[in-house]
Structures are given as C-alpha cells and as structure tokens.
C-alpha cells in the first residue's frame, strides 16, 4: 500500500471532485451572499426572518422558546431552526449575522454535493455534473441564504435523508437508518408539513427492510415526542410540533382570493391575508399557549368554510400548484423564481423516459416531490416552499437535458 506525505494527501483532497464541487458551490454563494444581496436586498420582503432571530436570542439568553425574555413560551413556531441558531452561536452568546451566513452557505455547499451523488448514483456522472450545474443556477436556490429561513436548511437535510435510504452504494444498516431517522425527525422540528414523510418512506424501503422501516418510523417521532409531551403541557391539546397551520390557511385563502387584482406581488398578498386574519381575530405570536391554540381553531374553522365552495377549493388548489414555483414578494421576484421552475419542469418528462432501468429510485424523487406540493396547495404556497424539493426535481430534469442534443453541446464543453 502506497503511502502518502500530509502535503501530498492535501492535494489529493484538494483535486478530489466532490471537494471542487464544494468550493465551487461556496464561492458561488459567497460572492452572492456577501457581495450582491447587500445591494440587491430591498427587492425582497421578509416575513418570517424576524420571528425566527427572535426566537433564537431568547433561547441563547435565558433558555426558554419565546418571543422575548420574560413571555410566555409559545407553540406558534417549530423549534428546529431557532435551536439550530442558537445552537451555533454557542461560542458568541448572541447571534451573530455573518456567522450564520457563513454556516448556511456550508449547508447549501453540502447540499449541491449531495444533488451530485445522488444523480451519478442513479444516473451516471454526465447527469450528475448537469444536475449540480443546475443547483449552482437555480436562483430561489441561493437568496435565502443571507437570511434567517428554514427552507435551505430542510432541503439539505431531506437530501441526506434520501442519500442515506435509498442512493448509497452499500447496504442499508440499522445504523444508518438511525442516523436518517434522527435527521428526519429533526426535519419535522424544523417544519410540521413533514409530519408523516416518514410513513411514506417507510412505505418506499419495502418488504425487504421492513425492520429498518419500523426503525425509521420509531426513532423519527421519538425525535419529535418530547416536544409534543411539551405542548401538550403548555396548551392540553395534542400539537405535534406547532399551530400556525389555521393561520397560514386565512391566508392562502385571501392570497387565492384577491391573485387576479395584484398578480404575483406576494408581499402585497400576504399583507391582505394577515389584515384578514387580524379581521377574524387579532393575533400576537407573544400570547400564551392556551390562547394561541383558541385563536388556532378560530382560523382554522374560517379557512375550512371558504374551502366549502368545490369551486374555490378546486381553483385554490389549481392556482397554489402554481403558485408554489412562482410567488414572489414582488412581480420581478417572481419571474426569478417562475422561469428556471419552468425550465426545470419542462426536462423532467424526457428524464423519466429515460429513466426506465432505475424507476423504483425515481418513483420516489416523484413521491416525495408530490407529498411536498400537496401539503401546501391546500393551505398556503409560496415559491420559496419550493427550495425543499426543487433539487429532486433538478435531478430528473438533469437526465432528460443530458439526453438531449444540447446537453451533448454541454458536456462537450465541460469535459
């Protein structure tokens, strides 16, 4: 066996692919991130980002889930993300901007290294290198990076998730479920629409690894108990991970409603939505558990008798398809998410019929990206939601390109 010197092994990692790639994924978001978002920032409104810094300040300054020190500890968000923060900014006892940046461009680096495997696993290394050039320029891929949201984060994890199940080389473990089933019960924490993947996962392993299911299923919401017990304490009702989703639904209901009258503004949308909820109740996300989960059941049973008219439900659902890919804060931040969803969309038929030898492995790419849009077309949908799934997408879309005579013209300039 050959040996290596440290400066040699140093070079051999350095011209290793998957440590170009990942350079090559961390500059790319870097320069955006620190460089061209600064400038470029007031075309995106911020909803959410608030709430989350919030949220984790209060965890690293007195240790409790709330809003402020002091408050009552709300069930209003999911604790992943805000733990995460907290989590990283250990070391500094208040949460620093750029640290944070800095590890979620890392996040994303693993990310595109993982769409890379994945792809050349199931696929072959030209796909792989095409699904990975994707990545790099799918725009919603990228600018949420610089701010504090949890989709970037989930869409790293679900890939690992899915890396570990279904697209290594070697054989499934127990081990190795463990690790995927902590890694998805952590993804519940962070988002509840992801509260019963793991039952379709454990569908997908089969008959032949119906133990390693079991497992996954188990050590998922063992995860995601503790908490439970937790809000149930706080509100005397069964709340997995949080209570927004009645919110979230008077919301997505307005959205639908008054789309035609400000086509693809999304921050103009969501305005009207949350003026329309405060009309129903007036909310704080401050307020304690018990009032919360009462305020949760009001816009719940507002939402749900809109959705009585089939009419409305149907082009709810129909126009929120849409809308998932597409809506922006703004009608140019639209059309940044609109176009490359398109393209990719539009490639991802010639990959499936190109895909014949690997179906079971693609049929849940297809599975997992359907499960994702159908948990938000009936509620609330928003083009960021797509940054979960869009590079499972990515992946397919990437055979039907290189099967193509410009993914031939491609290559040949890459290799």
Request: glycine share 6%; with cysteine; charged share 10%.
């Amino acid at each position: 066996m050959k040996k290596y010197f440290p400066h040699e092994i140093g070079v051999r990692v350095l011209l290793h692919s998957s440590t170009r790639l990942l350079l090559i994924s961390i500059f790319v978001d870097s320069v955006f991130s620190f460089l061209i978002f600064p400038k470029i920032q007031s075309l995106f409104g911020d909803v959410d980002g608030e709430g989350y810094g919030r949220l984790a300040t209060s965890l690293l300054s007195c240790g409790t889930f709330t809003y402020t020190c002091g408050n009552a500890p709300t069930i209003f968000r999911g604790p992943g993300y805000p733990a995460f923060l907290a989590f990283i900014n250990i070391p500094w006892s208040s949460i620093v901007y750029l640290w944070v940046i800095a590890v979620q461009i890392i996040m994303n680096a693993v990310a595109a290294i993982l769409v890379y495997r994945i792809a050349a696993i199931l696929y072959n290394k030209a796909t792989a290198q095409v699904a990975f050039t994707l990545f790099l320029l799918i725009p919603v891929l990228h600018v949420f990076i610089p701010r504090y949201h949890v989709e970037n984060m989930l869409q790293c994890m679900l890939l690992a998730v899915m890396y570990i199940l279904f697209f290594r080389k070697k054989e499934i473990t127990f081990s190795t479920t463990l690790i995927a089933g902590i890694v998805l019960g952590c993804s519940i924490m962070v988002k509840q629409t992801l509260l019963f993947l793991p039952l379709l996962l454990a569908i997908a392993l089969g008959r032949r690894y119906i133990r390693h299911a079991a497992v996954l299923v188990a050590v998922s919401y063992a995860v995601v108990f503790p908490w439970t017990l937790r809000n149930y304490h706080l509100s005397g009702s069964l709340i997995p991970v949080h209570t927004n989703a009645g919110m979230n639904l008077v919301i997505g209901n307005t959205v639908v409603t008054h789309f035609m009258q400000t086509p693809f503004q999304g921050l103009k949308l969501w305005q009207k939505g949350n003026a329309r909820v405060h009309v129903i109740a007036p909310f704080d996300c401050q307020e304690t558990a018990t009032v919360l989960l009462e305020k949760e059941s009001t816009y719940l049973n507002a939402g749900l008798a809109e959705l009585k008219d089939p009419f409305f439900a149907l082009y709810k659902i129909g126009l929120n398809t849409v809308l998932f890919f597409s809506l922006g804060t703004s009608l140019l931040n639209s059309c940044m998410l609109l176009v490359p969803a398109v393209f990719v969309l539009f490639w991802i038929p010639a990959g499936l019929r190109h895909s014949e030898k690997m179906t079971k492995q693609v049929a849940i790419l297809l599975m997992v990206t359907v499960y994702t849009i159908a948990v938000h077309v009936g509620i609330y949908a928003i083009g960021r939601f797509s940054i979960v799934i869009l590079p499972l997408m990515a992946i397919i879309s990437a055979r039907g390109i290189v099967t193509s005579r410009c993914g031939a013209r491609f290559l040949s300039l890459v290799e």
